[in-house]
């Protein structure tokens, strides 16, 4: 199993990134798909999530009306569309996938990839 990240990087104050996750070993399309991020010297916590068909989104507060979570079942791929980037979105962001199986959840990370918003 295996949960790729890409797309990160250094953008300044009001730009744009584009993060992707590419799933393998897994069924994706059965999965619900998340983003998370780590800021250096605090818990890891959820930006985004979207359904297994990706008829359903939910967002943080903090990044609602500037980040846009969504898939693509064909391509195993969820992306994280992030506008207007502040310094306070500067975090390492991970990539995670769960699915329930009676009572029991099973769950796979990414590596994650960094963003750095910075002038």
């Known amino acids: 199993v295996q949960l790729v990240e890409s797309g990160g990087g250094l953008v300044q104050p009001g730009g744009s990134l584009r993060l992707s996750c590419t799933a393998s070993?897994?069924?994706?399309?059965?999965?619900?798909m998340s983003w998370y991020r780590q800021a250096p010297g605090k818990e890891r916590t959820l930006v985004a999530q979207?359904?297994?068909?990706?008829?359903?989104?939910n967002y943080a507060d903090s990044v609602k009306g500037r980040f846009t979570i969504s898939r693509d079942n064909a391509k195993n791929t969820v992306y994280l569309q992030m506008n207007s980037l502040k310094p306070e979105d500067t975090a390492v962001y991970f990539c995670?996938?769960?699915?329930?199986?009676?009572?029991?959840?099973?769950?796979?990370w990414g590596q994650g990839t960094q963003v750095t918003v910075s002038s």
């Open positions: 995670y996938a769960d699915r329930k199986v009676l009572s029991e959840t099973i769950y796979y």
């Open positions: 070993g897994f069924t994706f399309s059965t999965y619900r």
């Open positions: 979207i359904s297994s068909t990706g008829g359903s989104t």
